[in-house]
């Protein structure tokens, strides 16, 4: 029907029109006529039909710059377009079948919760019995994914750090210092081969990353997290430190340029003095500090961190001031995220006196403390430390908040559960912002996590998208994934193993909410497959109606992530529904 719509009209403005008018129709009959369909089908077809009514209008092209009524006006006159790809034909093909109310559409858990005629006590019977399948089925795929606190899992990682201290000519003590992992952090290839088997692309990529100062460095506390042996349990946490050989030359690359498209959120647009960032009304980003111990490959921050520990990632004395006098001087202020880098490896002496400026400034209700070392180096977290955190907590006054940054169930080990019970002694709240990265992303993966982390006393709070920076694709994941998992799988936990919120850091403005549509439109389709949203400001309807920046931007190819999910083992069959959630 589309398609020949497409070849009986004259012009290219009139097919639209009548493809346009062709969807609304289809949706009306549907929602006229909805007898025979089920009500999953019902709203499929609806938002099948605002998509492709979007993706017709004038608009959406200039802004996408490509015409996908151009393509189906192509396809229906058999005009040749060898620049359309599979992913292209195969999101297209599952928009068409699901303006028909057809497509995939079978529960992830393998359970179809079938309503029943029954009522009372015997309809609440056979709901259970119903639920008690749909979580055997959850359970199956949750216990797939391993964490640390697993008996197993800390003799081998035991054995690990006893293979990394006589390599290292070190004692158990030397171990629970954190002065000495840091001054042991591993940072070339080299001593990385010395204590640890990889292959010769990782080395590769370390060899070249220090040839090319592209900042690399593993805390031995992390290195032994991870498996001599080739296994798929510490994959995720290799690919969070060990850099691809692609990554490494474009980084390499734009670094050498000073190419400002690495500062992919514009912080440099939303600095009002050194070392501050603000895109809210009461909140401040403060980074006094600019290195990690470890470097997080797909790191937003990868443009202006020199490399691992540099001694001149420290603020000076007189950019710390003027960054403070003008917190003290813009009262709207009530919050400081202290983040960087990684504040937490500051001396405790740093961090006290800095946290008591901040404290002395009158508006100031919160201090949230940014830090991955919960993760990297949670030896960090002495008592001394908590002690200083705690004592600048004033119950009905000012909390201090620790965020950190955990990616992976296999991330948890008992340090982390002792650091997160010595911070909460004190009265300081843990929570966790996760990035939504390809090696979180199989079924049930990020449920797993948010479980583990619950157990382990940290709250979930964000779960943020991947973002669009050229060197760091291999990380991606379309956005219709995340979607899905809180759809299909978050939903699935209970309420307080999910008290996170799915966002998209949009350049220069913040954080997109992605569970709402009305804060996007997808506008196109391109050749590669790719989507093309349209993400709209958080200030919309708060500021006026006046003239808003919008920000577009391409998604990852669906096809494209389902193909590396199948080859990393994955049934994408269990994915199916993903062509669905826009
Ligand atoms: S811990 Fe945070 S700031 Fe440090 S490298 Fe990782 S993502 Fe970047």
Redesign the pocket.
């Known amino acids: 029907m589309i398609f020949a719509v497409a070849r009986s009209e004259r012009t290219m403005d009139s097919m639209r029109r009548r493809l346009c008018a062709l969807a609304e129709q289809m949706e009306f009959d549907t929602f006229y006529d909805y007898g025979n369909m089920r009500q999953g089908s019902i709203i499929r077809v609806r938002d099948c039909a605002s998509v492709f009514r979007n993706i017709l209008k004038k608009r959406s092209e200039d802004l996408g710059k490509f015409s996908v009524a151009r393509v189906i006006r192509d396809i229906a006159l058999d005009r040749p377009r060898p620049d359309l790809s599979p992913a292209f034909f195969a999101d297209l093909y599952y928009m068409i079948l699901g303006l028909q109310g057809r497509g995939p559409g079978k529960a992830p858990a393998d359970e179809e919760l079938e309503p029943s005629a029954l009522t009372g006590r015997r309809a609440a019977k056979e709901r259970s019995r119903q639920l008690d399948t749909l979580w055997k089925n959850i359970e199956k795929r949750l216990s797939t994914y391993h964490h640390g606190l697993e008996p197993e899992v800390i003799a081998y990682r035991r054995k690990r750090s006893r293979k990394i201290l006589k390599v290292l000519g070190a004692s158990e003590k030397d171990w629970e210092n954190w002065h000495w992992q840091l001054q042991n952090v591993i940072r070339d290839a080299e001593s990385l081969t010395a204590l640890l088997a990889i292959s010769g692309a990782e080395k590769e990529a370390v060899v070249e990353a220090s040839r090319r100062k592209v900042p690399f460095g593993i805390t031995p506390f992390y290195l032994s997290l991870m498996h001599d042996e080739p296994t798929a349990h510490d994959r995720a946490i290799r690919a969070q430190v060990i850099p691809s050989l692609d990554y490494v030359m474009e980084t390499a690359a734009d670094r050498e340029t000073g190419d400002c498209l690495m500062d992919f959120m514009r912080e440099r647009d939303t600095s009002p003095v050194d070392l501050i960032t603000r895109r809210y009304p009461a909140i401040v980003i403060f980074k006094p500090y600019n290195t ?1 111990p470890q ?2 490959v797909y ?3 990868n443009w202006e ?1 020199e490399g691992v520990l540099e001694p001149t990632a420290m603020a000076r004395p007189e950019q710390i001031e003027r960054a403070l006098s003008w917190i003290r001087r813009h009262p709207a202020i009530h919050e400081v995220l202290l983040t ?3 504040p937490l490896i500051m001396s405790d002496n740093r961090i006290r006196n800095l946290l008591s400026r901040i404290a002395d400034i009158p508006t100031i209700e919160r201090i949230r403390i940014g830090t ?1 070392v919960l993760a990297t180096l949670p030896m960090r977290i002495t008592d001394g430390l908590c002690r200083i955190l705690g004592s600048f907590r004033k119950p009905g006054k000012r909390e201090v908040v620790v965020v950190t ?1 955990v990616q992976h169930p296999y991330e948890i080990t008992n340090r982390t559960v002792e650091a997160v019970e010595n911070l909460r002694s004190r009265g300081i709240p843990v929570c966790n912002q996760l990035v939504y990265t390809f090696w979180i992303s199989r079924r049930f993966e990020a449920a797993a996590l948010r479980r583990i982390l619950r157990l382990t006393g940290i709250t979930p709070y964000y779960t943020f998208n991947t973002k669009g920076k050229d060197e760091t694709r291999d990380y991606r994941v379309p956005i219709a994934r995340l979607l899905q998992e809180q759809k299909e799988e978050a939903r699935m936990m209970p309420g307080m193993a999910r008290t996170d919120e799915a966002v998209y850091n949009v350049p220069g403005m913040g954080k997109n909410y992605l569970r709402a549509l009305q804060h996007r439109n997808m506008l196109s389709l391109l050749p590669d497959g790719s989507r093309v949203y349209e993400y709209h400001p958080w200030e919309k309807n708060i500021s006026g109606t006046g003239p808003l920046e919008t920000y577009i931007s391409n998604d990852v190819p669906i096809l494209e992530y389902l193909e590396r999910l199948e080859g990393i083992g994955e049934d994408v069959s269990a994915y199916q529904t993903i062509w669905y959630y826009y």
Request: aromatic share 0%.
């Open positions: 990690c470097i997080c790191c937003q921050r961190i960087g880098g990684d991955r940054h």
